[in-house]
């Protein structure tokens, strides 16, 4: 039951931050004209969010170690849920600007708390299945946040944000009452540079940063061109390739809840490494589709396997330290967030050079290599192939 409960609270919670990321997306036409702005300028309402997250995950992560990430996580949600809930009365571009970035910025100190979290309230044998239920979480987000936007909209453009504040303002009771006190060891004096310092100097943490630096940037090079790729080459509408997320988003969403079966089969170490070599062997092919349906069957197997691999991301990650839980996966949500603004950059130049999407599944087939390469430096494999 302990299981089941820990599980539904981290689903909640990853749930409703994944979709407030995603939900200001379908409202961009209408508040670029509400606030006579570009529509290039209008992408800052969705920039300035990102940017608050990826910049104070880093401080936010050394601040919650050696303190209650329960009242972390509450205070986090508390604010949230006042940003957002703002968001709906912003009369002008810059005062929206300004409460999507404290949104993110306060979002920023809940997210690492659910990943710290699990290892400290579950059993060991069961922190991969709650992770991939957090996980979970994220994948339904990705699937219903810009829909959620899209639907609350038809009211009014303030309807989603005040929807979303509503439902934090639950949440938040909810984790008050449920969640117990996550205070680790004492209580020491705040000290960014030094927690970075005990970090980095943890060679095996710093490799596994890297690698999922590396896999985020090929991972998303794909997730960020799929729509390009489905328009020009199969000649896709809008509403065509809204459809063909939807099955590939599920796919990541089964993933995530049916990982934990493979790992209890097969051990983390070797469902880990079995899983980033078939994505390799799946990218390798996916230059090969040459229909719409051949494509779409590929991606949807290929974040399947994305889906049953992130909570082992998560898992490892927390692994290598037991007093920096936060601030380890403050990294990673960092690293996450700059792989794919590197691979924005780099997917660009690489959809336009290489047909169809040779280039981009060439290139992340080589990164998900490497990735492999770097956790098999740390010796994670190495009992694997001692078998």
Known sequence: MTTKKYSLIFFLTLFLIGTDTLLISPLLPTLSKLYHVSTEASGWMVSAYAIGYAVFALISGPFSDKRDRKKVMIWGLVFFALSTFLCAFAVDFRLMLAFRLCAGISASFVTPQVWASIPVVVAKKEIVKVMGYATAGLSVSQLVGIPIGSYLAVFSWRAPFLVISGASVLLLLLLLFVLPELEVGQREHFSIFKTYQAVLKNKRAVYYLVAYFVFQMGSFTVITFIST??????????????????????????????????????????????????????????????????????????FLFNGFIFPLFMTTFQTTTQNARSTISSFSNAAMYFGETIAGLVGGSLFHHFAGFTGIALFTAVLVLLAVGLYAKTGLFKKVFAN
Do not use: C, H
């Open 229 to 302: 790729w489905f328009t020009q080459s199969f000649g896709l509408t809008l509403a065509g390739v809204g459809t063909a997320m939807i099955a590939i988003g599920a796919g990541n969403l089964i993933g995530s809840l049916l990982g934990r079966k493979l790992v209890d089969w097969l051990g983390l170490e070797k469902t880990f490494l079995l899983e980033l070599l078939i994505l390799v062997a799946l990218y390798l092919g996916l230059p090969f589709a040459q229909t719409l349906w051949q494509a779409e069957v590929l991606l949807t197997i290929i």
